[in-house]
């Protein structure tokens, strides 16, 4: 009889259980058919959010950082600046004087003085073979013997030879030295972009415009491998609730949501950016039936157009599917 009993009181129990269960099952069913979903969430920016880390070939020592906790950053700002910097700026200046050096080579000297002495060696080629001209009307009238009106001519001819020949090798020499010079002109050049390109590598720029949440490493410390800083782009903050996996049907890509945050009543308008994909397991409290798991996922709510959540990562919000 006692086995009886308790046999009976089993099932009982089972029943009651049971019928707990269909109740609750169908309250969880209205509610996911009339009345808004509310659910509790979190602002985060994994989109927007980078983190920086110094060149290795521009020292891996943090000479100067130039932000803080807080700050906002420009796009190419610098924000920190490692130990290489000097040499490498040093470098620079150099690169910089050896190019204008030639270049003042090239305009001053190579098409300055250089161009106005052959145009001079050209004139006094010209004038002499205009005076041979009338040295030879005058040689033809005098009654000189032949054989020195010949070596006169010879003479003459000679050194307006020579003029011109010395014209042609002026102007040889100068075409070659323009040629070398603007070989040395680009070689320079070159050599000046790979300095600055060293002097950049020791500067620490953000990629992206943005809030410093996060320095890593301080100035006068070998660079921490988590990076210098992190940065986040406000603009593409979001907020990420947690939905029991039961109202997936409901939550489809532009739903409409407002969204509340902790310790402000105002309301933000926004929607669900894309379909919820992720899927979080996590361990209810033990019962009577012993260690259940509830399958929750995570929606991903962007702010409406004209309407920006509080630019604060982490804060708790109260997220309301419409």
Partial sequence: ????????????????????????????????????????????????????????NGGSVLK?????????????EIIAVMANYPTAEVGVKIAEN???????TRDTILKGTRVVNIQLEE????????????????????????EEKELEVWL?????????????LSKR??????????????????????????????????????????????????ASGLGIAKVVDM??????????????????TGAPVEVTFRGSPTVYRGKIAIDPMTVKREKRSEADLGVASVRQIEVEIQADGGVTFPAILGREARVTFL
Wanted: no cysteine; net charge positive.
């Fill in 156 to 168: 003459a001819e000679q050194s307006i030879k020579n003029q011109r020949a010395s014209l042609e």
């Fill in 64 to 76: 100067e950082l130039r932000i803080k906790e807080g700050q906002t950053v420009k796009r190419d």
């Fill in 235 to 252: 603009k593409k903050l979001r907020v990420f609730a947690t939905v029991d996996e039961l109202h997936l049907p409901r939550l489809k």
């Fill in 173 to 222: 020499r100068l075409a070659i030295d323009l040629e070398q010079n603007a070989v040395d002109i680009i070689r320079l050049e070159a050599a000046l972009d790979q300095a600055l390109r060293i002097r950049d590598e020791s500067l620490v720029r953000s990629p992206i415009d943005g809030v410093v949440t996060q320095i890593n490493s301080r100035q006068g410390e070998m």
């Fill in 98 to 104: 050896n190019l204008l050096k030639a270049e003042r």
């Fill in 1 to 56: 009889m006692t086995g009886t009993v308790a046999v009976v009181a089993v099932a009982v129990a089972a029943a009651w259980i049971a019928r707990s269960q269909q109740t609750a099952n169908g309250t969880t069913s209205a509610l996911q058919t009339s009345g808004p979903l509310i659910a509790r969430g979190y602002t985060e920016a994994p989109a927007g959010t980078v983190m920086i880390a110094n060149d290795p």
């Fill in 123 to 146: 004139d006094a080629l010209k004038s002499a073979i205009e005076n041979e001209r009338l040295s030879t009307m005058r040689r033809n009238r005098s009654g000189k013997p032949p």
